[in-house]
Each structure stands twice: as structure tokens, then as C-alpha cells.
């Protein structure tokens, strides 16, 4: 069972407003991640650490923020929610990139609602 | 470039065997991943091929041909829990590249 948590879970607020998704991994993983995802549609690479003090962008394009000051941490930030923000955002970590140790483990998810 | 090709829909009987291919191209390949995830809820790990051939682990196997930039994952005798979608992604030099996901449906 992966050790990877989200918080909140689910989440509805209203436009405007800043927000920040939690995300934590007890597995000592260097790499994190986060994906967006709609129902029933693909994963989205939104943001990317490979270490502390990392962060890089993914491959869709996001207004979100994300930082890496602990190596368990991974918060996701959106200064001012739109209705378009609205989606389930995950969270991954692996041990690695190369191989095996490229294994992303999922954390729950969050489910964003901006009203 | 990089891609990665997958169907989008399959359905199938309860009992049943089902392949779902997967077919890649890219300039750096370590590895090929399946996941699967059911509707409203994260992706999980269910194989890992990095040699040609056939893995297999219970009910689910994975093949990978790489000179074809070729994988499928065989599920043998479905189960209704067996309905969900799976992800192909593969192992580029520094995350996952995954594919749209197949939505399989097991009916009765």
C-alpha cells in the first residue's frame, strides 16, 4: 500500500479564492508529481520535482504553483480559483526515473469544484 | 517525438480473456508501465516490462516487444471488478509518458 496523502479530498469554493492542495509521501521518494484529470479523461503532467528545491513545469500548461522545501512535501497552489480549475488533481511519487524505479505511486486524489 | 497509442474502449464478457494493446514511439525508452484505475479513484501499479517477452502475474500478463514499440495487457477470466480503465505509459529518461487510458467494460 502506498504511503502518499492528499488533503483535502474534496473541496468547493468560490471564485477567486486561493487555494492549496496538500500533498504528502512517507516513502523518502525524491521524485513527485502532479496530474489534473477530468472524468473519464486522460492524466495531465501539470507540475514535477525531481528534489528539494526542484520544481519543473509539465506538459500542460497550468496556472497552479507548486514548491518543494521538504522532500516529503508537495504542496499545489492556485492564487485565484476559476471555474475552469475545476477537475480532480493527483498526486505521485517514485524512487526514481530510470526503470522500475520510475514506479509512480498515486496519492487519493482531490476533487476541485470552483463555483 | 514521443507518443503513445492505446484504444479507447473495450468491452467484454464475464469469464472472457480481453488484450488491450498499447504502441509507443520515442528516442529514449526505459521501461513500460500498466496501471489501472477505476472511475474516481488514482491509478494503480499492475506491471512493469523492460525485457521483450511475457510477464505474467496471476490473472494479468504484459508482453513488450521493443523493436515494434509493442505492448498488450491480457486479462483472463474476467471479473465484473475488472471494469475499469487501464493506463499504458512508458519510462522516458525522466517520468512517465502515459497514454489516454482504455476504458474496459466487463458485462455479465
Known amino acids: 500500500e502506498a504511503d502518499i496523502y492528499q488533503t483535502p479530498r474534496y473541496l468547493v469554493i468560490g471564485t477567486g479564492k486561493k487555494i492549496t492542495l496538500e500533498c504528502s509521501q512517507t516513502?523518502?521518494?525524491?521524485?513527485m508529481y502532479w496530474y489534473q484529470q477530468d472524468p473519464g479523461m486522460e492524466l495531465h503532467l501539470i507540475h514535477y520535482s525531481y528534489g528539494v528545491n526542484s520544481t519543473e513545469k509539465g506538459d500542460l500548461s497550468s496556472e497552479s504553483t507548486v514548491s518543494r522545501i521538504r522532500t516529503e512535501h508537495f504542496p499545489l497552489t492556485l492564487e485565484s480559483a476559476r471555474p475552469s480549475h475545476t477537475s480532480q488533481y493527483l498526486c505521485?511519487?517514485?524512487?526514481?526515473?530510470?526503470?522500475?524505479?520510475?514506479?509512480?505511486?498515486f496519492g487519493p486524489g482531490t476533487r476541485l469544484t470552483v463555483l | 517525438g514521443q507518443n503513445i497509442d492505446q484504444p479507447t474502449e473495450m468491452t467484454a464478457t464475464e469469464g472472457a480473456i480481453v488484450q488491450i494493446n498499447c504502441t509507443y514511439q520515442?528516442?529514449?525508452?526505459?521501461?513500460l508501465f500498466w496501471y489501472q484505475q477505476h472511475a474516481g479513484e488514482a491509478p494503480t501499479f499492475l506491471s512493469y516490462n523492460v525485457l521483450d517477452g511475457l510477464e505474467e502475474k496471476g490473472r494479468f500478463s504484459s508482453f513488450l516487444s521493443r523493436s515494434k514499440g509493442y505492448s498488450y495487457l491480457l486479462l483472463k477470466e474476467l471479473q465484473m471488478k475488472d471494469s475499469a480503465s487501464y493506463l499504458c505509459?512508458?519510462?522516458?529518461?525522466?517520468?512517465?509518458?502515459f497514454g489516454t487510458g482504455t476504458r474496459l467494460q466487463v458485462f455479465p
Open positions: 516513502m523518502g521518494h525524491d521524485k
Open positions: 505509459a512508458f519510462s522516458n529518461t525522466d517520468k512517465l509518458i
Open positions: 505521485a511519487s517514485s524512487r526514481g526515473t530510470s526503470g522500475k524505479w520510475g514506479e509512480q505511486f
Open positions: 520515442t528516442s529514449g525508452f526505459n521501461g
